[in-house]
């Protein structure tokens, strides 16, 4: 049975702390309750599973605000909900800088509201809990990923992707040609550079042909080599890639592009390792290693008559398919960490993670493009970022878009009875704000920030500052209710 959520309540008033925490009890949660800042602190740093802290603002000692900025700096999971007194708004944005994930206001009248704002207060918590050991799991993999020689490429600790890993260090034994069968993007030619680095051939050469980007007439001669003067602009013998694998490992990217005519004479090869130039006579020996990768299915194009037989048999000794990324959607996040790591530190080290939203949107993406096009993703999110972690902004919009329409819809939560908040902009801003009896946490955002933008005489900049948020996300906030200009 699941442990209940603990919410710490403080207010030095004892009857209003002994109510609110039978209300939270009747909700299901355990509550704590504390009558000061100092009393509060002693709990939080006692009770490391702390999931939520309401605090009142007003209180003998140290306020609220000050009591959320240290339990945050204390325990910087907890999420916090501060109640303050009507109007006190500049108080509610001093309390959403220092850490308060939401306030309510005196009096509480509307309890489904505030059992509704504590049960999403407590689900961000559970999920920073969960995005934080995840950057703990990933660290420990990390760091035995990257004791696995030959396989420090990989990433990845999905049962599909520990059984090809066991392939590839049992295949790289020998000198048994290898089938590297999965999606576009799913990593192939690091399978073909693990089978080479782990086998006795480490110390030979790796020899990599894309087939697809060469004609039949120049893949033959890129494979085999030619003779001076074999054909026009054959000006000096050139060596092929058969030969130039001598001793090592030869991988052939995309074999499904090869030829009819080239698959009888790569045929002939594999049986006898022995080949001759282009226009040249002469039998010479080549002990390669062959890998060859397909992201078709190479047995369909035998049945179709489009792929040898026999060349099929002689390629497919050993098959190792590589799962799409969709398939072991337990990686994503250990794929993602690694990129924005590799990825920062190639821009100046300004990114320093990746907030659990964000982290959701990109795992609840199909990826047609596998692992390639994760890749991608994230450099883009990291070079266009404006430094620090890597929120749900910074997800390219067909991502988010995709992952939203895949996500179940939530009821939408009932609207507080909240008086309203009038607000002064300056003249410079004309901006209206809806006053209204039904206010949702939208509307309280909407007017935090306007409130700072116009504290700061509409200077944006030092507002999305003094909110602890990016100017990229200001104005699209702005944009988003109409009034960005």
């Known amino acids: ?46 009770v490391p599973d702390l999931a939520l802290l309401v605090t009142d603002y007003k209180m003998p000692g140290e306020n609220g605000v000050e009591l ?20 006190e708004i500049e108080l509610a944005v001093e309390a959403m800088k220092d850490g308060a994930d939401d306030f309510l206001t005196k009096p ?4 489904k509201q505030m059992e509704l704002r504590v049960a999403k207060a407590i689900e961000k918590n559970a999920l920073a809990r969960k995005s934080d050991a995840l950057e703990h799991q990933v660290e420990e993999l990390r760091s035995r990923l990257g004791s696995k020689q030959g396989l420090e490429s990989f990433t990845g600790s999905s049962p599909a992707m520990e059984r090809v890993y066991a392939l590839i260090r049992q295949a790289a034994k020998s000198s048994a040609n290898v089938l590297v069968e999965g999606p576009s993007g799913t990593g192939k030619e690091l399978v073909a550079k693990a089978l080479h680095d782990l086998s006795p051939r480490a110390k030979g050469p790796f020899v990599a042909v894309e087939c697809a980007a060469l004609s039949p007439t120049l893949l033959e001669s890129e494979l085999f080599g030619h003779e001076k003067g074999a054909f026009t602009d054959a000006y000096r013998q050139r060596i092929g890639r058969f030969e130039a694998a001598d001793g ?25 390792r022995r080949f001759q130039r282009v226009g040249g006579t002469e039998e010479i020996p080549s002990d390669f290693r062959l890998v060859a990768a397909t992201n078709r299915d190479l047995a369909a194009y035998v049945r179709e008559g489009r792929f040898r037989e026999d060349l099929y048999y002689r390629l497919n000794v050993i098959d190792i398919r590589l799962p799409a ?20 530190a190639a821009n ?36 266009l970022s404006q430094g620090g972690r890597l929120g749900i902004d ?44 039904n206010r949702t946490l939208a509307d309280t955002e909407q007017e935090v920030i306007l409130a700072e933008i116009a504290a700061c005489r509409n200077n944006k900049t030092k507002a999305a500052e003094r909110l602890g948020i990016s ?3 200001l104005h699209r906030k702005l944009k988003a209710w109409g009034i960005e200009s």
């Not at 002994?18 to 309750?33: C, H, P, Q």
């Open 1 to 46: 049975m699941a442990s209940k959520a603990k919410i710490l309540v403080v207010d030095d008033e004892k009857p209003t702390r002994d109510v609110m925490a039978r209300i939270l009890s009747a909700a299901g949660y355990e509550t704590l309750t504390a009558p000061d800042a100092d009393a509060a602190m002693k709990v939080v740093a006692s």
């Open 394 to 437: 910074d997800v390219p919009p067909d991502i988010v878009s995709s992952a939203s329409a895949q996500a179940p819809s939530a009821p939408a939560a009932p609207r507080a009875a909240v008086p309203s908040i009038q607000l002064q902009p300056p003249a410079s801003a004309p901006v209206a704000v809806a006053a209204g009896a």
């Open 108 to 111: 509480v009248t509307d309890l």
């Open 248 to 272: 090592g490992t030869l991988f052939l990217d995309e074999i499904t592009e090869i030829d009819l005519a080239t698959q009888v004479k790569l045929l002939r090869v594999l049986e006898t």
């Open 68 to 87: 959320i900025r240290k339990a945050k700096a204390a325990n910087p999971l907890l999420a916090c909900i501060l109640i303050t007194a009507f109007g």
């Open 348 to 383: 100046g080290g300004a990114v320093t993670g990746i907030d659990h939203e964000a982290m959701r949107a990109l795992e609840a993406y199909d990826w047609p493009g596998n692992v390639r096009q994760l890749r991608n993703a994230v450099e883009r999110m990291v070079v």
């Open 325 to 344: 990324l969709r398939d072991r959607p337990g990686d994503i996040a250990l794929l993602v960490s690694r990129f924005v790591k590799e990825f920062s």
């Open 471 to 473: 100017r990229r996300t």
